[in-house]
């Protein structure tokens, strides 16, 4: 059972990057608007971002609740992924079923969280508060946890006040924290804003 929940959550940290990448923020087109599969949730989220960067991290829409159609568009999504794999992966793993279900749920509650409390944001996720106030919006994909940004070399760092204590983004004693930032540095080292954020922009 909590073998198939570690594994699920480490699925669905994936999915958050993946849908974050191509869902959320589409695929760039040369000379056309960016593509996504679902256009209704990619106009959501550039509304998200366009009202984040004006109110300085915070999003009305969770105050507002349900009868905003941003977050009605984000949990009716998330329960809809949620449901779908919990029904692909129940009859072989009821801990990754449990974990898709907790991690849309967590999701959720961090995003909410984080828009209504940027100041707890910057503290408990910088990568996302990077993702939304870096200069480049196309990287930091993931939300919950910033695992998947790492391994794909997508953690864009802004400034030192923003980089997490250790890639998991989870409390660890000293001793461990700075052993896996050593060995994590070695095979998926975070960008830093400067030449590579450039770099980023023109791949993509």
Sequence with gaps: MWKGFLAGLVVANGFEWVAHKYILH???RPGQSRYSPV???M??????HREVRKTDF???GYVEGISNWRTKNEIVSLAVVASAASLVFYPFSKGMAAAAVYSACNYYYIHRRAHMEPEWAMKKIPWHYDHHMNSNQDANWCV????FDYVMGTRVISSAALQEKNPLGIALPGFAATALNKAVNRLFPAKWVGKET?????AS
């Design 26 to 28: 589409g695929t760039h």
């Design 39 to 41: 256009p209704d949730s």
């Design 43 to 48: 106009k959501s989220h550039w509304e998200h």
């Design 58 to 60: 915070s999003d009305h």
């Design 144 to 147: 919950t946890k910033p695992w």
């Design 198 to 202: 450039v770099l980023l922009k023109e």
